[in-house]
């Protein structure tokens, strides 16, 4: 449910850099999400195509980059992707670690004409 | 042409929450969200707080709902100044709402602001309102596997309350097995077995509470 408020505000930030670009239309949006945060896709997709109606940015293919929930290792510092219910390090079975990615949620680059 | 962007989704809610934050700071105002999945004990504890601080600490209470107005009612009968938010389908509080409601909350008169965010263990972690500290209540019926399932809540929290351990005879919830997978990502987490219920570890809850706000009055 929350897609909802990330669309817009998503729809508001491309919007904004694309006025700031002077471009007429936006072909893509290339959006960077943690597996983490929970968003769905499709959830973006289905409010997008309603929220971006009549703006410059409707019709836009939307791509996403989704990044694994990944942790390191405090006790022998090996990176490792987290199983959803082991939270234990596959190296040394330590079950002492630190998120290192998995929560980004960002635009990263936007294609106008 | 393509546009390098690089920039938060969240970023407007962050900027807001920034301000609101401000405004805490300069009330001198400690503030909480209390976020957990619904009927985990988000009202129950705010009741409970209160009682303990009467007389001690002047407090007051923002209700997230997504419709109705009933935990306001049961709080506003303890004399406390409380403001509810009707989120009317949002799932979640985020900064703005916050602001607005701000405008009717007397901070200047107020040592310590309860925010109840809306019952939902996924959305309410992406958004800050300008809180110091997110303090999620977890309840004993929940299941000791919800750290896996909802890893961003766990993980973003400062305070976990474990609820409803008045039930842990009938119930199959190990409690060190669920310390010890919040703690493995969590380093700066505090954890506390509580029962609004009984009463039964609040003492030390408030008492957590109490030194927060004095470590940042000195």
């Keep these: 449910m929350h897609e909802l408020s990330i669309t817009q505000s998503m729809l508001d930030l491309v919007l904004e850099q694309a006025e700031k670009a002077e471009a007429k239309s936006v072909g893509k949006i290339n959006l960077v999400i943690g597996e983490m945060t929970g968003v769905v896709g499709d959830c973006v997709q289905f409010y997008f195509d309603f929220l971006s109606k009549g703006t410059s940015a409707e019709g836009a293919a939307l791509s996403f980059k989704v990044i694994p929930t990944t942790a390191k290792c405090r006790n022998c510092g090996k990176p490792f992707e987290l199983k959803e219910f082991d939270w234990t390090c596959p190296y040394c079975k330590s079950n002492n670690m630190e998120i290192v990615a998995g929560k980004e949620l960002f635009v990263e680059s936007i294609e106008v004409e | ?218």
């Design chain 2, 1 to 218: 042409m393509e546009i390098k962007v690089v920039k938060d989704i969240l970023g407007a809610n962050e900027q807001i929450a920034q301000k609101n934050r401000q405004l805490f700071d300069s009330n001198q105002v400690f503030v909480l969200n209390l976020m957990s999945s619904p009927g985990a004990g988000k009202t129950s504890l705010i009741l409970q707080t209160i009682k303990q601080l009467k007389g001690k600490t002047r407090v007051s209470v923002v209700e997230g709902d997504i419709s109705s107005s009933l935990d306001a009612e049961a709080i506003g009968k303890e004399g406390v100044p409380v403001v509810q938010i009707n989120t009317g389908g949002e799932c979640h509080l985020d900064a703005n709402m916050t602001s607005t409601a701000l405008g009717s909350v007397p901070l200047k008169d107020v040592d310590l602001l309860l925010i109840e965010n809306v019952g939902n263990l996924v959305c309410p972690a992406e958004f800050a309102l300008g809180e110091h500290k997110k303090v999620l209540i977890s309840s004993t019926p929940e299941g000791d596997d919800k750290p896996f399932k909802y890893p961003l809540m766990f993980h973003e929290a400062d305070v976990v309350l474990i609820n409803k351990i008045d039930l842990l005879p009938y119930l199959k919830f190990d409690t060190d097995a669920f310390s010890q997978a919040i703690k493995g990502i969590n380093q700066k987490v505090e954890i506390f077995p509580i029962s609004c219920a009984t009463g039964q570890g609040i003492e030390k809850w408030v008492s957590w509470l109490l030194g927060q706000m004095s470590q940042r009055q000195s």
